[in-house]
């Protein structure tokens, strides 16, 4: 029943009821009315505006109800949709609102996509620059160096300083554009590039992480680049704000699921969001999947990247992001 008859109805009903009251009533009414008909009168009027007032909250409810659904959905994510049984009114705003988060969605995604897609060919580009630019400028001049000290042997110790200065520049070059470019997920597949990864931040940040990886194959292109994109950004978190001892990275698989793990045992996530999360987040979308970032009870924080096993769009299978191999 809609919400205009209900409310027809609901009116109908009292307003008969009080006519059959007072037309059956044993106290009879005059002009002016007495104070025994006032009362008589004045009650009727409270149990009519009550009766009244009860009747069209309760048809109503369904709006609040929609309305409080409304204000609990924050993403745009067609995961969260209004599921309401009740007045064809309510359903329609529900179905409209349903579509339009779906359309909101699918563009964000797109924007996201074609962003990411940007991020990562720039990462590639200025991966490749560092590497074939740089780089070789940097070897060019340690081979130069070289040739100096060969023809001038008594130079040699003036010369050194300057050769570990250029060394640890070339170094420093190309731990840059690994990070930027991560060659060894496109080369060796996701669980060589994490464990690249996981040794690489013990080697520079000192930062001890345990490691605990089951059914990493068998990923599609996608989904590997956000694990590891994750991966990488939650654990440059721990290092630059953590102040952690340990890390934990864990990655397992069910029947449903694949699910990423990074804990640390650091001051805790306090709630900070940054552009950091936000990123990883979009990440998590772009995959169908869900973030969790939250304090652990025993102290430190524990990221939690959780992606459906099959991904519900076809589009995802056929279009890699920009930087897989």
Known sequence: MSLLRRTIVINSLVITGAFLVLLFSPIPLTFPPNPLEMVVLGIVLVVLLAVTSWGIRRSLMPLASLSADIRRVRKLDESHRLRVVAAPEVQAVAEAYNDLVDRISTEQKLRTRVSLDAQEAERRRIARE????????????????????????????????????????????????????????????????????????EHEAGL?????F??????????????????????TNVVRHARATTAWVSFFRTSDEIVLRVVDDGIGFRGEGGSGIEGMEERALLVDGTLGVRDRNEGGTEVTLTIPARLPHAAHADRPLEGTR
């Open 130 to 201: 560092l590497h074939d630019e740089i780089g070789q400028t940097l070897t060019f001049s340690l081979i130069g160096l070289a040739n100096v000290v060969a023809d001038h042997p008594e130079w040699e110790s003036e010369l050194e300083q300057p050769r570990e200065s250029v060394r640890a520049a070339l170094e420093q070059v190309r731990k840059v554009a690994g990070a930027l470019r991560p060659g060894v997920l496109e080369d060796l597949g996701l669980r060589a590039a994490l464990e690249d990864l996981l040794n690489r931040v």
């Open 214 to 235: 089951k059914g990493v194959d068998g990923l599609t292109e996608d989904q590997e680049l956000v694990v590891f994109r994750v991966c990488q950004e939650a654990l």
């Open 208 to 212: 001890r992480v345990e490691r605990d």
